[in-house]
Nanobody, 115 residues
Framework: QVQLVESGGGLVQPGGSLRLSCAASGSIFSDTPMGWHRQAPGMEREFVATISSGGKINYADSVKDRFVLSRNNGKNTVYLQMNSLKPEDTAVYYC?????????WGQGTQVTVSS
């Protein structure tokens, strides 16, 4: 069984920063592919960032150079540092992990960027 729990969302002004955390339990290992998607109101869920089994990190063009994904294997936690936030970053952010071909999702954490 795999469980993912996100935290760290909230309200922030444009230009501000937030750090999201995704704490994993169950069959999550240091080489488990993990990442983040987000879903804005009325929009499809979209890719944000991912780390592969080999440690390669990829970002959506919309967040490249502003967001940083990192991983602490000792804590089984993945982070998403979000800088220079824009109103269009407002969304529910979901963490995911891929274990033996199945994708597991967290419950999501709300990020609102507004003045």
């Amino acid at each position: 069984q795999v469980q993912l729990v996100e935290s760290g969302g909230g309200l922030v002004q444009p230009g501000g920063s937030l750090r999201l955390s995704c704490a994993a339990s169950g069959s999550i290992f240091s080489d488990t592919p993990m990442g983040w998607h987000r879903q804005a109101p009325g929009m499809e869920r979209e890719f944000v960032a991912t780390i592969s089994s080999g440690g390669k990190i990829n970002y959506a063009d919309s967040v490249k150079d502003r967001f940083v994904l990192s991983r602490n294997n000792g804590k089984n936690t993945v982070y998403l540092q979000m800088n220079s936030l824009k109103p269009e970053d407002t969304a529910v952010y979901y963490c995911y992990g891929i274990v033996r071909g199945d994708t597991y999702w967290g419950q999501g954490t709300q990020v609102t960027v507004s003045s």
